[in-house]
Each structure stands twice: as C-alpha cells, then as structure tokens.
C-alpha cells in the first residue's frame, strides 16, 4: 500500500496529472472529493469547507474567546476534519491525494511519495483562464495570489515550505506535457517500489 | 545539443549523479573541471578560482574603488570567467554541468534542462563525513552552513531562488539512490528531448 500526495502551483495542471496518474496506477484518486468526505465525516457544512479549503484565515481569526477560555477557529476545524479523514484514506487503501497538506500529515507513514508539480507562468495562465473561467486580463494576478494563499496555508499547517524542493520526493515542471508529466511521476514511484521490495 | 545544469544540496550526491548522468548519455561532465578551464581561458590563477567557488563576498567587496571609479572584486571576475567559459560550453558541445548558475547563464538557450537534487539530511551528512572527511560532530552544521552558500551565491546572481521547485524543470530527492535517480533523470531528459522532435 502507498499514497501518493501531488502539491500543485495554481493552473500547473496538477488535477489532472493526478487523475491520470491514478488511473494508470489503479487507485482512487482525492482531490475536491476529500472535502466532501471530510465534510460528512465531521458534520460541518460543505459549504464552510469550500470556504476555508487551502486558505490561511487571519492572524485573530484563529483565536476565538468562547467563555470557557479559547475554542478552535471554523478555518482550524476545517484543516483537523481534512487531517483525520487523510489519515483514514492512508490506512486503508493506496491512492493519490491532491493538495492540503497531505505529505505534511502523512509524515510518519514509511509509503507515501511527495510530488509537486510547476509549471512556466505563461502554461498557468492558459489553464487558469481555459478551465477556470479567470478573465485573461486578471489571470496572472490570480495564479500569483493562488499560490500566495496555499502557500500560506501549507506552511502555518506544517513545518515545512511550500514549493522547496527539499519539502518533496520529486518535482516536475509540467510544460513538458501532462501525459509526460505522469510518465516521469510513475518512473518516480515504480523506481521506488521496487527499491522497497 | 543539449545541456543538463545540476544544482544540489552539498552531500546530496550532485556530483556522482551528474558524472554517472554524463557517462549513461556519453557526454562530458563539467564539476570542478570548469574552474580549471575558466581559469586557464581567463588567465585568473586556479587558488582564486577555488577560493572564491560558489560563494558570495561581503557586501563591501563588490565595490573596490580603484582610482578611476569603482572596480569589479575578485569574486565578480571568478564569476564573470565562469559565466563566459559555461557560454562557449553550450555553444560548442552537449554536457552536464554542475552547480555555478548554469542553469541561469543558459537561461536563453532552449535545450536546457535544469536539474535539482535534494537528498534526507540523514544521507547529506553521511556523504560529507565519507567523502569530504568532514569531521562527524560537525557534519550538520557545515552542511547547513554549505548550502547557505550555495544559495547566496545563486540568489546574488541570479534572478531566481535557489532550491525552489519552479526554478528547475526537474527536482530529485537522490535518497531512492545514485543510480535510480539518475534513472528518474534520464527519464525526463528522454521525454523532454523526444517531444522536441
């Protein structure tokens, strides 16, 4: 059993790599889908997840007087809902986890591969306003505050930086083409299998 | 023609996978041999050379007053040497290039493929005390200390950050192995170049 975790820049195509690469491996795949999960799990709304999905809140925000002393801010029980439901995943199949900090939460697990994909600014772009419906005037913007926010998130959430190349196991610029992409991802992963044999 | 510009972590195995890299494609391999090259085409002496290698002066001595108005310091003209020989390199021949800004020096050429390697701390560490008889009980500080300079020096020069993911095509944690990284490397290299056809 292995997960295979992908942290992706916004509009490197790191979705759809994932989805590709788990259908050639065979295995489920995570990424929007584990809010859902988490969502019924936990009894918060979905709606809160879509919220708070990737996003650091602020620096008050995550500090909420209820009282009895200080409770754990909506943004904070998002991000604990998204751990226990990553780390059930992990325990009971192999799959492939998009984003939210799963290599961070999955740091004890001997199995878990640590991907994260780039891409040229101008491939995010193109992406961002092709499947994304970003106006194209506002797009670079946008993937720059995108990363600027998951960035934020990741590294409030873990002990680590998002986007070094010392957080991952590989990283790969996606401008050599998606389907290329998920061939040197699974070059990657076969190569380290059979080393564990 | 292509080239193949390898930035690592100190101990991480850079030069032995860049070397086995060059030797699997049958291309040279410039490490340390660029600066007895730049030294020789420069006229610099081959002690300045290694004295100043891929570390970055003081902030003062950039700035040498000469009389005339300001001077470059001995530290630009090593780099500056370095920069024209990795030119006239990728002008006349494929190869693997190791560490110095390469990948920044070449960042107009388009058959440049930009590598980075990243290894366990754990592995580092042994690497240096095997191979660069680095005493054991300080191993973690100089490898620390080491990578500093590596990132001062390519972040001085250069207009991207050393060790991030979207300054490389491509970025390996060499723990899987020397010869299964430069599998994973070759990989890519075959896709990339295939692509172009």
Redesign the interface.
Known sequence: MFVITIGR?YGSGGRFIARKLAQELNIPFYDNELLAKASQESGISPTVFANYDEKKEGFFSGIIPNGLGFDLSLGQKVFLAQFETIKKLALSQSCVIVGRCADYVLRENKNVINV?I?ASIEDCIARAVKYYNVPEAKAKDIVTKMNKNRAAYYNFYSDRKW????T??????SS??ID?TV??IK??VE??LN?QK
């Open positions: 820049e994260f780039t986007g070094r190349a010392d991952y196991d590989l990283c790969v610029n050599i083409g290329e061939d040197v070059k990657y190569t380290r080393n």
